[in-house]
Nanobody, 113 residues
Framework: VQLVESGGGLVQPGGSLRLSCAASGFTFSSYGMTWYRQAPGKERERVAG????????TYADSVKGRFTISRDNAKNTVYLQMTSLKPEDTAVYYCHVPSRGFWGQGTQVTVSS
């Protein structure tokens, strides 16, 4: 099983990034997928996710209206579109399969001028 995140980087406040998580080694379309993040000195927090069926999305209050999770089952990939980024969005972002306990290695997002 592999979850490989990409798309992180340095962006100015107000900017946008799209993260990708490419999955392999399991039946991607059968599982809910989530994005988490962890800022320095803070606990890992859930940012966005699909439910187990994969059709319903939920978001942390801090990112509602700014972040959008999506998935492409044909590509075994889940995305996180992030807009209107703020310095407090700076963190390592991870994709996660809750029902299986799978985690990716993370991708760093830094929002700074």
């Amino acid at each position: 099983v592999q979850l490989v995140e990409s798309g992180g980087g340095l962006v100015q406040p107000g900017g946008s990034l799209r993260l990708s998580c490419a999955a392999s080694g399991f039946t991607f379309s059968s599982y809910g997928m989530t994005w988490y993040r962890q800022a320095p000195g803070k606990e890992r927090e859930r940012v966005a996710g699909f439910n187990s069926v994969g059709s319903t999305t939920t978001y942390a209050d801090s990112v509602k209206g700014r972040f959008t999770i999506s998935r492409d089952n044909a590509k075994n990939t889940v995305y996180l579109q992030m807009t209107s980024l703020k310095p407090e969005d700076t963190a390592v972002y991870y994709c996660h399969v809750p029902s299986r306990g799978f985690w990716g290695q993370g991708t760093q997002v830094t929002v700074s001028s």
